[in-house]
């Protein structure tokens, strides 16, 4: 009987074991805090991203959550990252591919040298611009949805850093605005509104002549009597022609877009710089 009972202890403990060994594997490279991913999902896709990370030099890892603590997209992904150690070299170098289920939807961060093969339109193109990834996540098809991101990844690596890549360090201009409220309006339309319609009325009493109309018609009546007129001939007499003709050019419409390659980078909150995109497309 307690061969019995030790046998089974022994073969729950392989099971913990076992369990905890493939836990600690995903928690490397997969951090499924929104619990979308089985088990066997998230050990391969740890797999999966190792082979990526290793192949690139860079720390690809995967991140899911449907709370991200009152702090914007940007900012989660940047804090996960940094504050959790990742990051190859002194750089820091990587990408966490973040799949946000709180605003369902998803966001690329990039660090160290990442950022220069990861630029802003390739971020776009991975994220927002991809159809065939908001397919899979609107199918809830996560797994499939973070290899998508990763293969993507993989072949922009391979393809090398833009010849006209540069980094450009975010500016105060796109920070958020703060917003008017509804007391500040109202004085800002009414004062304005009040003097606006004040220098009117002056403006119309003026041009009406009042005073002057009234004077005039005393005026009138001295002279009137006497009062004349008569027509004279007149002329025309043309004295010079001159023609100039010049070539008004046409605008062709042609508008800068900015360079394609292009970085855009932020200190996040630890005060490591990182480049990001994503998150305007909703699943």
């Given at each position: 009987m307690k061969k019995l009972l030790?046998?089974?202890?022994?073969?729950?403990?392989?099971?913990?074991?076992?369990?905890?060994?493939?836990?600690?594997?995903?928690?490397?490279?997969?951090?499924?805090?929104?619990?979308?991913?089985?088990?066997?999902?998230?050990?391969?896709?740890?797999?999966?991203?190792?082979?990526?990370?290793?192949?690139?030099?860079?720390?690809?890892?995967?991140?899911?959550?449907?709370?991200?603590?009152?702090?914007?997209l940007r900012q989660y992904a940047d804090d996960f990252y940094d504050y959790n150690g990742f990051g190859f070299g002194e750089d820091k170098r990587g990408v966490v591919i973040f799949i946000d289920m709180e605003d369902r939807t998803v966001y690329l961060g990039t660090t160290g040298q990442a950022i220069n093969y990861?630029?802003?339109?390739?971020?776009?193109?991975?994220?927002?611009?991809?159809?065939?990834?908001?397919?899979?996540l609107s199918d809830g098809d996560y797994k499939a949805a973070i290899e998508r991101c990763a293969a993507r990844l993989l072949d922009y690596y391979r393809q090398g850093i833009e010849a006209d890549q540069h980094t450009v360090i975010e500016t105060e201009a796109e920070s958020p605005v703060k917003r008017l409220t509804l007391f500040e309006i109202i004085i800002a339309v009414l004062i304005p509104g009040i003097i606006g319609l004040l220098v009117i009325k002056n403006i119309k009493d003026e041009y009406a002549m009042k005073k002057e109309k009234s004077q005039s018609q005393n005026f009138r009546l001295a002279y009137q009597a006497t009062?004349?007129?008569?027509?004279?001939?007149?002329?025309?007499d043309l004295l010079d022609r001159q023609v100039t003709r010049r070539i008004i050019p046409i605008a062709t419409g042609n508008?800068?877009?900015?360079?394609?390659?292009?970085?855009?980078?932020?200190?996040?909150?630890?005060?490591?710089?990182?480049?990001?995109?994503?998150?305007?497309?909703?699943f």
């Open positions: 030790l046998l089974m202890i022994s073969a729950v403990l392989m099971v913990l074991i076992g369990t905890t060994s493939a836990f600690a594997g995903t928690e490397k490279r997969v951090y499924d805090y929104a619990g979308i991913l089985s088990q066997d999902e998230a050990a391969q896709l740890n797999e999966e991203l190792d082979v990526v990370s290793q192949e690139m030099d860079m720390d690809i890892v995967a991140l899911t959550s449907d709370y991200k603590d009152g702090k914007t990861f630029t802003d339109a390739r971020i776009y193109n991975m994220t927002d611009g991809d159809d065939t990834l908001y397919e899979y009062c004349a007129f008569a027509f004279a001939a007149a002329g025309d508008k800068s877009s900015g360079s394609h390659g292009q970085s855009t980078i932020h200190m996040g909150g630890s005060g490591t710089f990182h480049g990001g995109g994503g998150g305007g497309r909703h």
